[in-house]
């Protein structure tokens, strides 16, 4: 009970932010510009409200408990749950489409970074952090991968803050630009916003945004499918990584449990609770009436949703604006350099990958 009292505080105000972005979204929408959907969604709102509270507004530590437990656990609660928007085809799909993009965007970050840092002075600890956060999963890959290398603390919060403040640019300009780049086509704008941005949160707030503002649920399943391949990818980098960093000494400073995102297999199993039940009750019309099952799906739908725009606006309370400012020059030269280039990368790469017909 007292840890449900430590962490109410925190879920309340991420829960209330919200609240109040839903309502002003639709109030601008239908009030102000007299549409039927809002030029500005709930998400991006919710994040912006977010980071102003978190900057501009004294919360106080009472709230820091809940908030990083909706950025962390609610957040994969809705990860888990998007799963039922999805069948096992495509994830056969898409996941098999994703691998050979994320190599080729993971090779050319790693060897963006490693050109850049040749011009700049900073620690071969810093570039690891920086590329493997920029090229994998993000923060999630930084925090995994800093006790490999012996990384310090001000090495972690650097490269973290590096991350958090491209990331979270391309989670608000991506989704308009992919739209334009790729004329709509769904699957394209998917697998883009899946391997450019960098932190799982960023790339499912900016499918999110994608989703409320051009009426399409295909782009965020897709994005997902291949936000959640990459992160995978941690079991084969960190390794690598550490025998880069450690040939010349006797350890390595690392676990397969520590690295591995197990959302991903709550994710896969409520991928196949969906296949099977579509199978069962539509299929094969198990049942005469298959209502009760499309409602099921229909309400965990909109729960991702909910807990997900929750987690978004945890994501803005958790970005300090003075962190980011005082970041420095070389290591945000080296960031984003690397996202420019897994950006650009990826658009020339999926542009080849149509034109090949590789893309359903």
């Known amino acids: ?47 912006l409200i977010g980071i102003t509270v978190g ?25 888990i749950l998007l799963g039922i928007r999805i069948s096992i085809s495509d994830i056969l799909i898409y996941g098999s489409v994703s691998i050979p993009l994320i190599v080729i965007c993971i090779i050319t970050v790693l060897l963006s970074v490693r050109f850049t840092i040749k011009y700049l002075n900073i620690t071969s600890e810093m570039s690891y952090l920086i590329a493997i956060g920029t090229s994998i999963c993000g923060v999630s890959a930084i925090v995994a991968m800093a006790p490999v290398i012996n990384a310090k ?16 640019l391309g989670m608000l300009i991506y989704p308009y630009l992919a739209n334009f780049i790729f004329d709509g086509e769904e699957s394209s ?9 960098h932190d799982t949160a960023q790339v499912i707030a900016s499918g999110l945004i994608y989703e409320q503002q051009f009426t399409n649920t295909k782009v965020i399943e897709v994005s997902t499918i291949t936000k959640l391949v990459r992160n ?37 199993l409520m991928v196949i609770f969906r296949t099977i039940g579509d199978e069962l009750f539509i299929g094969r019309e198990l049942f005469t009436n298959s ?24 994501l803005g309370l958790s970005i300090n604006i003075k962190e980011l400012k005082d970041m420095g020059y070389k ?27 590789l893309i359903l």
């Open 331 to 357: 290591p945000f030269i080296v960031g984003f350099t690397a996202a420019t280039v897994v950006g650009v990368i990826s658009v020339i790469t999926i542009t080849i990958f149509n034109k090949m017909n």
């Open 55 to 79: 900057n501009f507004i004294k919360i106080g530590e009472i709230f820091s408990k809940g908030i990083n437990f909706s950025l962390k656990f609610i957040l994969r609660l809705g990860i």
């Open 153 to 168: 603390k001000g090495e972690i919060a650097y490269a973290i803050a590096n991350i958090t403040i491209f990331g979270m």
């Open 291 to 314: 209502n009760l099952w499309n409602q099921l799906v229909s309400q965990l739908k909109d729960f991702s949703v909910i807990f997900l725009s929750i987690a978004m606006a945890a």
């Open 232 to 268: 995978t990818f941690l079991l084969l980098m960190i390794p690598l990584f550490a025998y880069f960093y450690n040939r010349e000494k006797d350890y390595v400073n690392y676990s397969i449990k520590g690295i591995f995102p197990l959302f991903v297999v709550g994710f896969l």
């Open 189 to 197: 704008i998917g697998l883009f916003l899946g391997t450019a941005i």
């Open 1 to 47: 009970m007292s840890r449900l009292n430590t962490l109410l505080p925190g879920i309340l105000l991420a829960t209330v932010i919200f609240l109040i972005a839903d309502i002003l979204s639709n109030y601008i929408g239908k009030q102000i510009f007299f549409y039927d959907r809002s030029p500005i969604s709930t998400v991006l709102l919710a994040i």
